[in-house]
């Protein structure tokens, strides 16, 4: 016979994704929790949890035993009243940090506020960073842009251009676009993270346009700050605009991102389940 605690052992090892944490979440003893899962598989005859050096992914038996273990936990909770620690499913996501924190924070709520059953992990990072802790299992979906391209796969969220980023009571704030030149005699704010940061340098290179650096900041928000302040103009993705920021496209400058959502191979069946997951991408898409 199942004992409770087994599947609540493997439920945690689930959402949490390691047995450290998992062991933390259960407030067990981590070889308490390994002995557990021990005895279920001996229970079930074949292992559930395939356990290597970077991650610990599901097995098929531990596939099919997900679904009714949940189920059961479930209506534990139910006749409990409220869902425990351990069976609130934890989603991990890394978003990128070159979006707005104005953008990133009314997500967030929307998202808490939508399943409060779910536990959610935010990591942070510069798109490289996110798509190697995708790999290794470090997250289960990674919101960033061009992601679905480059992972053959995932969701696309929304798509934007480029242009000057200036105070909004800058004397171009108003333009339809302008050109390199006409900001050749602005101080710049460099975005030391911008995905783009390569092809905008070329771009006011080959035009002459050598502006004073008045800054150089790896905080995009700080960037837009100092825009906002009138310190200098820069060159960001359109979702910047806003908070005393306005984004004037450029001139000559074609380049787009699509911000998506891309989901790690073992986390396709959690990630498609969790509303959290679901209200975020709604409120990441309007």
């Known amino acids: 016979m199942l004992d409770r605690s087994l599947l609540r052992y493997f439920l945690a090892v689930v959402d949490q994704g390691s047995f450290t944490r998992a ?3 259960c407030r067990v003893t981590q070889p308490t929790l390994s002995a ?6 001996g ?3 074949e292992p559930v949890l395939m356990r290597t050096s970077r991650r610990v992914a599901l097995t098929a ?3 099919r035993l997900l679904g009714h273990a949940r189920r059961i936990e479930a209506e534990f909770a139910r006749a409990e ?5 351990a069976s609130a499913r934890l989603m991990r996501v890394g978003i990128v940090s070159t979006m707005p924190a104005r953008l990133i924070r009314a997500a967030v709520a929307q998202a808490l506020a939508a399943a409060p059953g779910e536990r959610l992990e935010l990591v942070e990072g510069r798109d490289r960073e996110l798509a190697a802790a995708l790999d290794r299992g470090r997250v289960d979906a990674v919101v960033a842009p061009d992601a679905v391209e480059r992972g053959g796969g995932g969701t696309a969220l929304f798509e934007e251009g480029y242009g000057v980023a200036m105070a909004a009571r800058h004397a171009l704030a108003g333009e339809a676009q302008v050109a390199a030149e006409r900001v050749a005699a602005e101080p710049m704010i460099v975005r030391r993270h911008c995905e783009a940061l390569s092809e905008v340098s070329r771009h006011f290179t080959s035009r002459g346009v050598r502006p004073f650096m008045a800054a150089r900041t790896t905080s995009d928000d700080r960037a837009a700050a100092f825009v906002a302040a009138g310190l200098g103009v820069t060159v960001m993705p359109e979702c910047f605009a806003g908070d005393g920021v306005a984004v004037v496209p450029l001139e000559g ?5 699509v911000v998506g959502l891309v989901t790690a191979a073992d986390s396709a069946r959690r990630v498609a389940d969790s509303r959290l997951v679901e209200a975020l991408v709604a409120a990441l898409r309007e």
Request: glycine share 16%.
């Open 253 to 257: 400058f074609a380049r787009r991102r």
């Open 81 to 85: 009243g409220a869902p425990t620690e």
């Open 36 to 41: 557990g899962i021990a005895k279920l598989e």
């Open 43 to 45: 229970l079930l005859g």
């Open 23 to 25: 062991a933390a979440a």
């Open 61 to 63: 038996a531990g596939s």
